[in-house]
């Protein structure tokens, strides 16, 4: 449950064995110093972990943020494949629902920080915001900055056929993707899905994403959250085998007024700070644990906090897991803890 950074938004390690990725193809040259595509034919019989047994297994969690945002484009295929070489336990992504009624994983209501062109998500269907160059305002010096020189913007084109894609990849992972497409490629990977869409919208979608987790075998190897309860409360109706995460309004009364969270959340996440209010603290992290809910933390402040030291920060505090827009240097954290 994230909300994006002004600025500025990687790569190594540490997986899980039983989220280890499809077999990939050759390492790649110029624009990225490691770039492996997920294979185009995924082996069915690797099997996601559960969303218990990953609370359970001891670990910090490494869960990509958008595939790892700050050194890739967001909610490329790009992304994911580089976060799981980079030793991603999860992939956290935020959903929306196309005109047509398509699932996709795109943060924003339109295309305008991330594309091409501005296209409003709801109103389009999934073959036009497919076409969209959705690495075109991407750069690793600072995303979403919109005034650096052309060259900054390192996948620019490749979307479109101008520029060459790198080694190993096509132009098709820097599109606009479905979740029915990340499963397909990552079948061993976990999912951590924030419904984006609040109020009616969001409930809507709700049931849209409980009727396709059902119909990809994902019920158990996924997490949903979303920043309004009623959207939860929606989705868990829908789909109550699915673990979940609460909203700001449960969370405020578990935090502020003691109120018992449901039994179907299982895990809290959590950024540092929430407005003015501190979230993440020795006393809340004892709220979580005698409330039996594991604490994800997601960084909202990627000048700050999206590098290795607040990392392992995190993991000394005691978190459980963390979703980090640089999943390399979040492995090394979690490896030096």
Not at 107 to 134: F, P, Y
Request: proline letters at 9%; one cysteine or more.
């Amino acid at each position: 449950m994230t909300t994006e950074p002004a600025t500025g938004e990687s790569v190594a390690s540490t997986t899980m064995e039983s989220t280890q990725a499809p077999a990939v193809t050759a390492a790649a040259t110029t624009t990225s110093p490691t770039t492996l595509a997920p294979s185009p034919t995924p082996t069915p019989e690797l099997q996601p972990p559960t969303i218990t047994e990953l609370i359970e297994s001891g670990k910090v969690l490494n869960i990509a943020h958008a595939g790892g945002d700050q050194d890739s484009p967001h909610s490329t295929m790009y992304a994911f494949a580089q976060a799981v070489l980079a030793g991603a336990d999860m992939l956290e992504m935020d959903i929306r629902v196309t005109a047509d009624g398509e699932i996709v994983v795109h943060h924003d209501a339109d295309t305008t920080k991330t594309a091409n062109a501005t296209l409003v998500v709801a109103d389009t269907d999934l073959t036009a915001l497919q076409a969209l160059d959705n690495a075109y305002w991407f750069s690793p010096e600072c995303w979403p900055c919109r005034d650096l020189p052309d060259e900054s913007y390192v996948f620019r084109g490749v979307r479109t056929g101008d520029a060459p894609p790198p080694d190993g990849f096509t132009p098709d992972h820097f599109r606009i993707i479905t979740l029915a497409e990340l499963d397909e490629a990552f079948p061993a990977m976990p999912f951590d899905i924030e419904i984006k869409p609040e109020g009616a919208a969001g409930i809507a979608a709700a049931q849209v994403l409980a009727d396709e987790l059902d119909r990809l075998d994902r019920l158990d190897s996924t997490i949903v959250v979303s920043f309004d309860s009623s959207v939860v409360a929606a989705f868990h109706e829908a789909a109550p085998d699915v673990a979940t995460s609460p909203g700001v309004d449960e969370m405020a009364a578990w935090l502020l007024a003691g109120t018992p969270l449901p039994d179907h959340h299982d895990v809290v996440q959590v950024p540092p700070m929430f407005d003015d209010i501190v979230v993440l603290s020795p006393e809340m992290l004892q709220l979580a644990a005698e409330s039996g809910v594991a604490v994800w933390v997601w960084p909202n402040d990627a000048s700050t906090q999206e590098n290795q030291a607040f990392y392992e920060s995190l993991v000394a505090m005691g978190v459980t897991g963390i979703l980090a827009g640089r999943p390399a240097q979040a492995s090394a954290a979690i490896a030096a803890g």
